[in-house]
Nanobody
Framework: QVQLVESGGGLVQAGGSLRLSCAAS????????MTWFRQAPGMERELVAG???????FHSDSVKGRFTISRDNAKNTLFLQMSSLKPVDTAVYYC????????????????WGQGTQVSVAS
């Protein structure tokens, strides 16, 4: 049974930092494209960052230069280092995986975690 479990969310002041983790189990982690999506209240779920099995990365324009995605295949764990956080970053953050490469279409993803709340106070 495949499971993705996010952790590391919380409440932080604007300008602060958080590091999200996503622990994967149930299948070999290293061959899948891994991503972070987020969903703010009343908004669609959007791709924030992704990392392919070959370690190439994608970061959305809204987080480029502030967030960094990485993965530790030996520990089956995905990370999102978030710095210079802004109130607009407030959302539930989800990790998701798929075969192949990172794409923006959320319907292409096989498995999702339950999400972790990130709240940024001004």
């Amino acid at each position: 049974q495949v499971q993705l479990v996010e952790s590391g969310g919380g409440l932080v002041q604007a300008g602060g930092s958080l590091r999200l983790s996503c622990a994967a189990s149930g299948r070999y982690f290293g061959i899948y494209a891994m991503t972070w999506f987020r969903q703010a209240p009343g908004m669609e779920r959007e791709l924030v960052a992704g990392i392919n099995s070959g370690l190439s990365t994608f970061h959305s324009d809204s987080v480029k230069g502030r967030f960094t995605i990485s993965r530790d295949n030996a520990k089956n764990t995905l990370f999102l280092q978030m710095s210079s956080l802004k109130p607009v970053d407030t959302a539930v953050y989800y990790c998701a995986d798929k075969h192949g490469v990172v794409v923006k279409n959320r319907d292409a993803y096989d498995y999702w975690g339950q999400g972790t709340q990130v709240s940024v106070a001004s």
